[in-house]
């Protein structure tokens, strides 16, 4: 996924400066430092509580909050799987087996991805998946492979 | 000669992105010279990747096709000849042509990010009409169509706009929630993927209606797709003067963004969004004050869904009336409503209100994927009812389905066969408002906790008669009880599967094969 799990106090500052002058940037902020290091690390929460004059329990409060944002890395690529009603009633306990199954990867599950005409469903890094069987499962593990050696 | 591919999410997803690259690849090759244009779906998901050409008769179309039966249809498109993938005048289609699409009438047709195109089919002159009439006029015209919170509460937007309008602040907020986490919707998702500017019209009006300068577009963090499209579209409209300063060349002035969400399906509840706009966790606030008094940064916020705001350039540019006269009662104007589940013809269904349950799924829905029964479908998302075939009669109306003891919701319908388990279904609601509560009000946090150990017991066969009643006392707690719709809505789907099946729950089974 090109991303990079270790980080300095000067890659936090740099994404901090981007939103410098937006209204309710922690979101956002936490988003960007979630995408560039695969997780947001304990180690940046009080400088970004420093830099939005918030308590370090503020930060730690919206990083634990959201599930997007994680405390450590994945360490396996990741693969989102729907795991709601719609991808149910088309079928997805049927093929989650087969992923979960895959020591390589990480299957995190997901209610709803929009493709629920289409599912089941899944996502990997900003790419989606529908209709998946037995066999494109199988294949989204090893694109979820490909991604992460990319 | 004009080539369609449509960059919608859901075509991407069964590999439109490959058709499209395999058409740009083989016009190199035979030097053949038109253009592809990356457009909205159409809705009709069972057909996509569908490949659209315009020709003298109209638009035709070859569905479902991958990237290795592209050469063999451009041969049959040149040729003039048959292909198996073809599916004739796409216009034609009896899943489209039944529909009065309103909202959606340029989605698909359009190329989604070209604002000539928008202007072209009609577009911004549901804003320039704002500009001539003013904002007290605009607000009334929005009131006077009867529009209705399209989100799921069905609340009237012209109210809300009158409260917004009414309150005094240095600065007010548009907020368009697009966190459309409900199972079974994806309208929000199509607008934005394929006709951006019209949201990026309605929320302008909104903002000269009610006096507010700066808007939000809140977008899940799981449509990648419906972020690019937006945030593509709105530069191009800062360059066409559909945003800034000076909206189109008036006095008026509106500007937007769009803010991503981090994963928590409770943040589409309204107040919650509020609080994750501004940097917190998403708790839900109590109300009063209302946002439109006390909203954004503590200033007066009109607080919409996308399929409410989308609606509102056709509201001004045709007349309150021309929007009024369809539906039903009081629930005037279409309502875009999604097919999807284990259904043979899934896809987005613009009508009137009024059609019923029954046509939907039967007729339109061409009854389930799998071949097998229809057993039970669920309305308005995972806080919604489960009904069975015996309710398929009940009109697609708010009223009508309150009194249902279900709702429209978001007007997502997910159909399941004969195969599903509705205690199974009973315990999902409650495990899922568990893993989606805010924490905020113990209705919700500790009720879901506790109704899933309950509904797990009744699956075990432990006590089944008293574990039954503690469930429907604890859900009419949850529903009196919570802040929010998630804890108050959660009881829905819960308590139509004890009502409508109640066989699934008297079937003692291991649960760990349910769960």
Redesign the interface.
């Known amino acids: 996924m090109g991303r990079r799990e270790s980080w300095t106090a000067a890659d936090i500052e740099e994404i901090l400066r981007r939103h410098r002058d937006r ?6 902020i ?2 960007d430092v ?1 995408a560039a290091f695969d997780h947001v690390p304990d180690g940046a929460v009080p400088i970004i509580a420093e830099a ?1 004059n918030l308590s370090r329990a ?1 930060v730690h ?2 990083v634990t ?5 994680k405390r450590t890395p994945h360490g396996r690529p990741v693969v ?1 799987l729907c795991r ?7 079928g997805v306990d049927r093929i989650a087996p087969l992923l979960e199954g895959d020591e390589r990867i990480e299957v995190e599950t ?10 089941p ?1 899944a ?1 990997v890094g ?6 998946l069987d037995e066999d494109s499962v199988r294949r989204l593990a090893d694109r979820a492979l490909d991604g992460a050696s990319a | 000669m004009k080539f369609f591919v449509p960059g919608d ?2 075509a ?3 590999g439109a992105d490959e058709v499209a690259a395999e058409l740009a690849r083989l016009f190199g090759e035979r030097g053949i010279d038109a253009p592809i244009v990356r457009n909205g779906s159409r809705g009709m ?2 057909l ?1 990747p569908l490949l659209e050409v315009d020709t003298k008769e109209g638009r035709v179309g070859y569905a479902r096709i991958s990237a290795a039966d592209v050469p063999a249809v451009l041969d049959a498109i040149v040729a003039g000849s048959e292909h198996p993938s073809g599916v004739g005048l796409v216009d034609e289609l009896p899943f489209l042509k039944r529909q009065t699409r309103l909202t959606f009438a340029r989605c698909g047709i359009t190329d989604p990010q070209s604002i000539e195109e928008y202007r072209e089919h009609g577009g911004l002159a549901g804003l320039e009409r704002a500009i001539a009439i003013g904002p007290a006029d605009t607000v009334e015209e929005v009131f006077a169509s009867g529009l209705r919170g399209r989100g799921g509460a069905g609340f009237p937007a012209g109210i809300k706009w009158r409260t917004a309008a009414a309150a005094p602040a240095a600065q007010k907020y548009i907020v368009c929630n697009a966190d ?7 309208a ?2 199509m607008v934005m993927e394929g006709d951006p500017f019209m949201l990026i019209e309605g929320m302008a009006i909104a903002g000269l209606a009610v006096g507010a300068t700066s808007g939000y577009v809140y977008i899940r ?5 419906a972020i690019r499209a937006m945030r593509r579209a709105i530069e191009t409209a800062r360059q066409h003067g559909l945003l800034g300063l000076s909206l189109l060349g008036s006095a008026f002035a509106f500007d937007m963004e769009v ?7 409770v943040c589409g509840e309204e107040t919650s969004m509020l609080e ?8 839900v606030r109590a109300k009063p004050p209302l946002p439109a008094h006390v909203g954004l ?1 503590g200033m007066p916020t009109i607080i919409n869904n996308v399929l409410t705001l989308a609606a509102v350039p056709f509201i001004l540019a045709e007349g309150a009336r021309a929007y009024a006269d369809f539906g039903m009662g009081r629930s005037r104007g279409t309502m875009p409503i ?6 043979r013809n ?2 987005l269904f613009e009508t009137a209100f009024g059609i019923t349950l029954g046509e939907l799924v039967d007729e339109i829905g061409g009854g389930t ?1 799998s071949g097998r029964p229809v057993r039970a479908v ?1 309305v308005g998302g ?1 806080l919604g009812a489960y009904f069975p075939p015996s309710e398929f009669h009940l009109p697609f109306d708010y009223e009508t389905f309150a009194a249902a003891d279900g709702l429209i919701g978001h007007a ?1 319908i ?4 004969d195969t ?1 388990d509705m205690a199974k ?1 009973a315990r ?1 609601a409650m495990q ?1 408002c568990a ?2 509560s ?1 924490g905020k009000c113990t209705p919700c946090r500790i009720g879901s906790v506790r109704g899933l150990e309950t509904i797990d017991r009744i699956i075990a066969g432990e006590d089944v008669e008293a574990n039954r009643a503690l469930v429907e006392a604890l859900c009419e707690t949850m529903k009196f009880g919570s802040l929010c719709a998630l804890g108050g809505f959660t009881p829905y789907p819960v308590l139509s599967a004890l009502r409508h099946f109640p066989e699934d729950f008297a079937k003692a089974r291991d649960v760990e094969t349910v769960s």
């Open positions: 209204k309710g940037a922690l979101l956002p936490l988003n979630q939005l503020e409060g919206v909050f959201y599930h997007d944002l989102k709601a009603e719609a991808c149910q009633a088309r997901v209610y709803c991805l929009g493709l629920c005409a289409s599912g469903s996502m900003e790419e989606v998946f529908a209709r | 999410a859901a991407c997803a069964v998901f069972e996509e459309e986490g409900d199972s079974g919707t994806f929000d998702r963090s799981e449509y990648p797709h803010r991503v969400g981090a994963g928590a399906y994750s706009l501004e940097g917190r966790r998403g708790e940064f999604q097919i999807a589940g284990n259904v899934g896809g994927l669920q995972p997502g997910v159909v399941f066969d599903v279904m999902f899922f893993a989606e805010c």
